[in-house]
């Protein structure tokens, strides 16, 4: 049974869904769209969750929910249940990639871990920018 976060969550991914749909397939005229909502929703719940004062609202806006906690309770609750549901395996590969020793507030990292069930890996975005001289 869904709580008010879930409830929170669900409600704000299919408004999110709808109009993400609507930017995406406008200039395909004739072929398909594919994407995973739910995968872009999250990934942008996480990012959220770091985000503060103007960004935090525009978050609160674009995704289509009532505020950060909510959010990460809720989906919490989701990825609980999406892992037990019977002969079914869930991977997600949202992870937050971070800048080479960028400090993160602990409760950032938390938030991310526990609740998303997600990761956060450092990267050297330099190293990975600059072509490779063979």
């Known amino acids: 049974m869904a709580n008010t976060e879930t409830t929170n969550v669900i409600s704000g991914n299919a408004q999110f869904l709808n109009k993400f749909y609507t930017i995406l397939s406008k200039d395909q005229a004739q072929g398909n769209v594919f994407f995973s909502p739910l995968s872009v929703h999250a990934a942008l719940s996480m990012a959220y969750q770091g985000a503060d004062e103007e960004t935090e609202k525009q978050f609160t806006n674009t995704l289509q929910v009532s505020d950060k906690e909510t959010i990460g309770k809720g989906y919490n609750n989701i990825m609980n249940i999406l892992n037990t549901v019977e002969q ?18 602990k409760e950032f990292v938390q938030t ?23």
């Open 88 to 105: 079914m395996t869930l991977y997600m590969a949202n992870k937050i990639f971070i800048m080479e020793n960028y400090p993160l507030k």
């Open 112 to 134: 991310v871990t526990q609740l998303f069930l997600s990761d956060i890996e450092p990267i050297d975005f330099e190293k990975m920018l600059k072509p490779q001289i063979k």
